[in-house]
């Protein structure tokens, strides 16, 4: 079956400018994550969204970041006034619920000039 | 102290060679375990999970210790395809608090 995919695959902008990603989860999963990924460097997680219920929100670097997902189908990941240290590649994951593994989405790699 | 914590490498290993990974956790009351693989300039794909007796697949082998609070993952007679960066998943049960460890890298040599 599909699995996750994100869109685009790359992004390149401009300091200033607002950017938005778009993560399509593997239908019928109920938990989504974002996660952003510098290079050379681990996952951080950035949002996670579960169901109907309000989004943990605890990763978001700024409130440049906001993040929406409507009911448990397509999220997106808007970030303000994008600053060079916003580049990296920025993946998504859903899984069926909390507790089962993640599936990862082919990540949308964001370059701020 | 992080709630994960794995041991960055690189561990480069000739071909044939066992290799074995752990990663530690903070948080006693964790409860789902898991092993990720990602290449270079992918995303991360589920290896195996985690299971408390212990599980096996292939080569590979998975185990908890909750007494010492770490995961392993042991490789035997490793391949050139198994270079890639393996990252543990840690999950605290009942509250949305999922962590990824900064992961592990291998190079397995010719």
């Known amino acids: 079956g599909a699995g996750v995919s994100q869109s685009p695959s790359n992004k390149v902008t401009e300091k200033g400018k607002d950017v938005e990603l778009r993560c399509d989860p593997i239908s019928g999963h109920t938990a989504l994550y974002w996660y952003r990924q510098r290079l050379g460097q681990g996952l951080e997680f950035l949002i996670y969204?579960?169901?109907?219920?309000?989004?943990?929100k605890s990763g978001l670097p700024s409130d440049r970041f906001s993040a929406e997902r409507t009911g448990e189908s397509v999220s997106t990941l808007t970030i303000q006034r994008t600053q060079q240290e916003d580049s990296a590649v920025y993946l998504c994951a859903s899984s069926r619920n909390r507790d089962n593994e993640q599936f990862f989405g082919p990540g949308t790699r964001l370059t701020v000039l | 102290r992080k709630e994960v914590e794995q041991d960055p490498g690189p561990f480069n290993v000739p071909e044939g060679a066992t290799v074995a990974f752990n990663c530690t956790y903070s948080?006693?009351?964790?409860?789902?375990f898991f092993w990720y693989r990602q290449d270079c300039r992918k995303e991360p794909k589920l290896l195996m999970s985690v299971y408390s007796s212990g599980n096996e697949d292939g080569r590979f082998t998975a185990q908890l210790n909750r007494a010492s609070q770490y995961i392993s993952l042991l490789i035997r007679d490793s391949k050139l395809s198994d270079s890639a960066t393996y990252l543990c998943v840690v999950i605290l049960g009942g509250a949305n608090n999922l962590f990824f460890g900064t992961g592990t890298r291998l190079t397995v040599i010719p």
């Open positions: 969204f579960q169901g109907n219920s309000a989004p943990d």
């Open positions: 948080n006693s009351a964790s409860q789902s």
